[in-house]
């Protein structure tokens, strides 16, 4: 990475948070965390972070689907990073045709839980970051 990166992590799973924020700050970047959709819309227009890194499920069930339609709104040009542990627990993936520009769900890319440090990494580079 070219600069240090502003990330914004949402999830209402503290230890997530404190294991991703570890592998970021090693990576130089500035790490906001929110765990609540209101609490990550107003860093958004406060902070405006480079990037998002949110959950699926929080407090509703579709949480991180109504944040990333938000965010999105807010500042089209914002990579976000949707990640979930739906596939483990329903069996459900999610397709590219899911995220893509015309898809329903506006993430730039789904993770699966866990999120592996070399996979986040790897997506950083193929979003330009």
Known sequence: M???LKVLLVDDDVDFLFQQRLNLEQLDC???EATSVKQALAM?????PDVAIIDLMMDQMDDG???AHHMKKMR???PVIMTTAVTQV???QFTKSDVSDN???KADVIL????RFEQLKAEFQKLGL
């Open 2 to 4: 070219m600069k240090s």
């Open 30 to 32: 500035v790490v906001l």
């Open 44 to 48: 958004v227009e406060k902070d405006r």
């Open 65 to 67: 689907f109504v944040l």
């Open 76 to 78: 089209p040009g914002m």
């Open 90 to 92: 329903t069996g459900y």
């Open 103 to 105: 898809g329903w769900i």
């Open 112 to 115: 699966s839980k866990p999120v």
